[in-house]
């Protein structure tokens, strides 16, 4: 639950309030921002209820986002509708990049034969890339596994 001074285990205001300003900032709502940022300081799994409470957002809003964070697999939702951060979630997408680019890659190839002009040299190299990230999002999946376990190398504080 959340203290009543705001610094709970649904992490500080001024982590929230960060994230979402961050956000903003590259054109995310900032309610995403601050719902996923109220989420990640949950130590256990949280309702709804809490995490908008811990963002300053409408529940609504809170469950929206929940929601999304769940399809995305960076949270788990129980059965009484609780939601948790996921431990692995950035590693999880990391992995998951690759699926989703062969997934699009494959998708692009059947419909690039019936395309012409800019729309084939920007398919083309949307292959490109697919091609790149299948080999790359692994890598970077093993080389980030490998960093967790030597602990914060850089200005983590």
């Known amino acids: 639950m959340i203290e009543e001074e705001g610094v709970g285990t649904l992490g500080t205001m001024g982590a929230v309030d960060a994230f ?27 309702s709804v209820d809490n995490v908008a409470r811990a963002a300053g957002v409408p529940r609504e809003a809170a469950d929206e986002v929940l929601h999304m964070c769940e399809r995305m697999g960076l949270a788990t939702a129980d059965s009484e509708g609780r939601y948790a951060w996921r431990d692995d979630a950035w590693n999880y997408r990391l992995q998951t990049a690759a699926t989703r680019c062969g997934e699009l890659k494959q998708m692009v190839t059947e419909v690039l034969p019936g395309t012409e002009g800019v729309m084939t040299e920007r398919l083309h190299e949307l292959v490109r ?11 970077m999946a093993s080389r980030y596994g490998v960093s967790k376990t030597q602990g914060c190398t850089g200005s983590c504080g």
């Not at 979402?20 to 949280?46: F, H, Q």
Request: charged residues 25%; aromatic residues 10%; negative net charge.
């Open 20 to 46: 979402g300003r961050w956000c903003k900032g590259y054109g995310i709502d900032e309610t995403n921002g601050r719902v996923v940022a109220a989420l990640m300081g949950e130590r256990d799994p949280s």
């Open 129 to 139: 890339f697919c091609d790149f990230m299948s080999g790359e999002a692994p890598a």
